[in-house]
C-alpha cells in the first residue's frame, strides 16, 4: 500500500463503532475493562427490586454514564460513553433521559426508551454555560448554567435563555463562574424551587483555584427571594426537594441531611465526596467520589485515601447504611437520578455485548 491508500484506509475503517459515533470521539466507545469493574452488596439489589426503581448515574472524568436495576431480582448494570457527563434528568412522561455533558463545547443529549435508551437527539452549546445539574421545572427542562451564574431555560430548538440569578451578582454578574452555582432542588415553578451555591457573593479566588476557599462558605438560595436560606455548608451539591423539606450534599465533608432553620442538618456521613442524590420513598440513594489531589482543600472533613467511588442505599430517617455499590476503578460521580424500572428502561450497553451485537442495536 501506498502512504496515500493507507491514509484512505485508515480513515475509511475510522468511526465504525456507534458509541464513537454518538460521543463523536474515535475510541471513546472502547472503555477500559477496569471501569466497570464493580461490587455490591446484595441488599442494594434488593432494595432497587423492592422499589422497581432504576438508578441513572453520571461519572463524568470517566466520560461514562451507568443505569442500575434489578429485574426479576438480578442485578443489571448498562452504560454508555459520553464526553464528560454531568447533571441528568429523567423526563417524568416519556421516560427519557437527558444529560449534560459539560467540554467545551458543551452537550444536551437525549436516550428515550425504545427497548432501551438509545440516543435521539443532541444539541451543541457553549462552553461558557458551564453546565451542572438538570431538573424539570414547570414541565420544562432546566440547568445550572455554573459559568454564568444563573439558571437557564434549556430547549433543543432554542437557545438558552437565563430565568434566575442571586441577587448578589446583579444584572452583569454572567460572564465567568464566581459563586460555582451547582444544583437545583425543583418546585413547581423557578421561585419554588431552591438552588445551591460554593459561596453567596464574589470575592477572592473564583472558583477552580485550588487557592478558593470553601469551608462553611456554601449557601442555598431561595428562588423567591433570590437571597440565602441557610448558610454554613462546605461544597454543596445535589439540592433536592421531597416531602417539603430540603435535603443536600455537604459534598467537603462527606455528608448527606437536611436543612432545618437555616443551618444544615447531618443524616449521614458516607466515605468519600458526596455528590449525586436521589430520593425514593424513604431510601436515599447518595453518590461518594474519590478527591481529586490538585482540588483535596475543597475536602476539608475527608481523608483521601479512604473516599471510594461508589452509590448509597441510605435511610433517609436513620441514617444508617442499607447498602451499597462500588466501583474499584472509579473516581468522579456526579448524578444520581431515579426512575421507575418498567418506563426507563436503561443505557444500551451491558457486559456480554460483541460489537456485531452492538452493531445491530443501532442499525435497527
Not at 441577587?167 to 452583569?172: A, L
Not at 437545583?184 to 415553578?189: H, L, R, V, W
Request: net charge positive.
Amino acid at each position: 500500500m501506498s502512504a496515500r491508500d493507507r491514509l484512505h484506509d485508515r480513515m475509511g475503517r475510522a468511526l465504525r463503532h456507534p458509541p464513537d459515533v454518538v460521543s463523536m470521539a474515535e475510541g471513546l466507545g472502547d472503555v477500559d475493562p477496569r471501569l466497570l469493574e464493580s461490587s455490591a452488596d446484595a441488599s442494594f439489589w434488593k432494595i432497587l427490586r423492592r422499589l422497581r426503581t432504576r438508578l441513572f448515574i453520571s461519572r463524568e472524568y470517566e466520560h461514562l454514564v451507568f443505569s442500575l436495576a434489578a429485574p426479576g431480582g438480578r442485578p443489571e448494570i448498562r452504560w454508555f460513553p459520553l464526553p464528560h457527563p454531568s447533571g441528568m434528568a429523567v423526563d417524568p412522561k416519556s421516560g427519557g433521559v437527558h444529560v449534560a455533558c459539560t467540554r467545551n463545547p458543551n452537550m444536551l443529549v437525549e436516550f428515550r426508551p425504545r427497548g432501551v435508551q438509545l440516543p435521539a437527539r443532541a444539541r451543541f452549546l457553549p462552553g461558557r454555560l458551564y453546565l451542572h445539574d438538570l431538573a424539570w421545572i414547570g414541565g420544562k427542562l432546566h440547568g445550572n448554567a455554573v459559568g454564568e451564574n444563573a439558571v437557564v431555560d434549556l430547549r433543543y430548538d432554542e437557545d438558552p435563555r437565563r430565568v434566575w440569578w442571586p441577587r448578589t451578582i446583579g444584572r452583569n454578574g454572567f460572564g465567568r463562574n464566581v459563586l460555582q452555582l451547582n444544583s437545583i432542588a425543583a418546585g413547581s415553578t423557578v421561585g419554588a424551587s431552591f438552588f445551591s451555591a460554593s459561596c453567596a457573593k464574589p470575592g477572592g479566588p473564583l472558583p477552580g483555584d485550588p487557592a478558593f476557599e470553601v469551608d462553611g462558605r456554601g449557601v442555598i438560595f431561595s428562588g423567591r427571594t433570590r437571597l440565602p436560606i441557610a448558610e454554613g455548608l462546605t461544597r454543596p451539591h445535589s439540592l433536592r426537594l421531597h416531602r417539603g423539606r430540603l435535603w443536600v450534599d455537604n459534598s467537603g465533608y462527606g455528608e448527606v441531611g437536611v436543612v432545618e432553620k437555616g443551618k444544615f442538618v447531618r443524616v449521614a456521613q458516607l466515605p468519600g465526596w458526596t455528590r449525586g442524590l436521589s430520593i425514593v420513598d424513604d431510601v436515599l440513594f447518595v453518590g461518594t467520589s474519590a478527591v481529586l489531589r490538585r482540588f483535596r482543600n475543597y475536602a476539608p472533613g475527608l481523608d483521601l485515601k479512604s473516599c471510594v467511588c461508589g452509590v448509597h442505599a441510605v435511610d433517609l430517617r436513620s441514617g444508617r447504611l442499607l447498602g451499597s455499590v462500588r466501583w474499584p476503578w472509579g473516581n468522579q460521580i456526579f448524578a444520581v437520578e431515579a426512575a421507575p424500572e418498567k418506563s426507563s428502561p436503561g443505557f444500551p450497553l451491558r457486559e456480554g455485548m460483541d460489537a456485531d451485537e452492538v452493531r445491530r442495536l443501532f442499525y435497527s
